[in-house]
């Protein structure tokens, strides 16, 4: 059973920086797609940052590009989300995610379709002070 957890939420003040981590138990890692979503309050899980297989790709909702940045370490079957410059509107739980299927044809056009995941952690609290 593929687990996901994440981890190097906390509280910052609006400017700073932080770097979560999602650890992925199980096999096949380096086969798959993540991505990064978050959801405030009340609202809708969202959207913020994929990447692909390799790492090679990777995609930003509009929000965060040029201020968050994801990567992955497949050896160590983690991948990252550096966030800088946050504002307090970044305040909000923060997932990282599993796509549904490996060496996907599908992501590079869906990759912020928060269905197309199927193995979700559960949550990092992230929250910007202003």
């Known amino acids: 059973q593929v687990q996901l957890v994440e981890s190097g939420g906390g509280l910052v003040q609006a400017g700073g920086s932080l770097r979560l981590s999602c650890a992925a138990s199980?096999?096949?890692?380096?086969?798959?797609?993540m991505g990064w979503f978050r959801q405030a309050p009340g609202k809708e899980r969202d959207f913020v940052a994929a990447?692909?297989?390799?790492?090679?790709?990777?995609f930003y909702a509009d929000s965060v590009k040029g201020r968050f940045t994801i990567s992955r370490d497949n050896a160590k079957n983690t991948v990252y989300l550096q966030m800088s410059s946050l504002k307090p509107e970044d305040t909000a739980v923060y997932f990282c995610?599993?796509?549904?299927?490996?060496?996907?044809?599908?992501?590079?056009?869906?990759?912020?379709?928060?269905?197309?995941?199927?193995?979700w952690g559960p949550g990092t609290q992230v929250t910007v002070s202003s």
């Open positions: 995610a599993r796509w549904v299927n490996t060496f996907s044809t599908t992501f590079t056009t869906r990759y912020n379709v928060k269905d197309n995941y199927n193995i």
């Open positions: 990447i692909d297989w390799s790492g090679g790709r990777t």
């Open positions: 199980g096999r096949a890692f380096s086969n798959y797609a």
